[in-house]
């Protein structure tokens, strides 16, 4: 078994080195460079250029945007537990209107500024079918996100936002012509 390396550096030699190798079915992307599109673009269609059969693995991603638009085969993210731990719970909300249709709703915790990003449960315009969400999903109720297990009852529900965003986001590559790997 050959090891999977990952790329730091997109504009460097990393990139062509691996590929010119031959060696490897897979390559990492892992930087601060991943955090911006225009960079993850640049080093995913250096790699695809170079190899289409390379599968790209993201470390540190989770952007529907971004993953709908890359074929990206497979990445990692930490958000479902940090958001969950901040008092943050993401829902996709059927009645949004944007392609990414992920509303952030505070529920609280340890945040304690309410940006303008964020829906506070109480006030959050489409409670009622949150509501019915998190009572069909996983029997909770507001109370549940509020009291014992708070923060491990929200990393649940985000956990499930995250293994549904995997289809959503498949399903919009589909539509696009962006190849599943």
Same mark, same amino acid.
């Given at each position: 078994?050959?090891?999977?390396?990952?790329?730091?550096?997109?504009?460097?030699?990393?990139?062509?080195?691996?590929?010119?190798?031959? $060696?490897? *079915?897979?390559?990492?992307? %892992?930087?601060?460079? &991943?955090?911006?599109?225009?960079? =993850?673009? #640049?080093? /995913?269609?250096?790699?695809?250029?170079?190899?289409?059969?390379?599968?790209?693995?993201?470390?540190?991603?989770?952007?529907?945007?971004?993953?709908?638009?890359?074929?990206?085969?497979?990445?990692?993210?930490?958000?479902?537990?940090?958001?969950?731990?901040?008092?943050?719970?993401?829902?996709?909300?059927?009645?949004?209107?944007?392609?990414? $249709?992920? *509303?952030?709703?505070?529920? %609280?915790?340890?945040? &304690?500024?309410?940006?303008?990003? =964020?829906? #506070?449960? /109480?006030?959050?315009?489409?409670?009622?079918?949150?509501?019915?969400?998190?009572?069909?999903?996983?029997?909770?109720?507001?109370?549940?996100?509020?009291?014992?297990?708070?923060?491990?009852?929200?990393?649940?529900?985000?956990?499930?936002?995250?293994?549904?965003?995997?289809?959503?986001?498949?399903?919009?590559?589909?539509?696009?012509?962006?190849?599943?790997?």
């Amino acid at each position: 078994m050959v090891p999977i390396p990952v790329v730091h550096n997109f504009y460097n030699f990393e990139i062509d080195y691996y590929v010119r190798s031959r $060696k490897y *079915d897979w390559l990492a992307l %892992g930087s601060k460079q &991943s955090s911006n599109f225009r960079h =993850l673009k #640049h080093a /995913v269609d250096r790699i695809k250029k170079g190899n289409p059969a390379i599968k790209i693995h993201w470390f540190g991603g989770s952007t529907h945007d971004w993953l709908i638009q890359l074929p990206i085969a497979s990445c990692d993210t930490t958000s479902w537990a940090k958001s969950g731990a901040y008092g943050i719970i993401k829902y996709w909300n059927p009645r949004n209107e944007e392609l990414d $249709k992920t *509303d952030y709703i505070y529920v %609280g915790g340890r945040s &304690s500024i309410l940006d303008s990003s =964020l829906h #506070h449960f /109480v006030t959050y315009p489409f409670r009622k079918d949150l509501e019915e969400y998190l009572q069909v999903n996983f029997r909770f109720t507001y109370q549940d996100l509020c009291g014992y297990d708070d923060k491990f009852n929200m990393q649940l529900v985000n956990m499930k936002y995250y293994t549904d965003m995997e289809k959503r986001i498949n399903d919009e590559r589909l539509r696009r012509g962006i190849p599943l790997e």
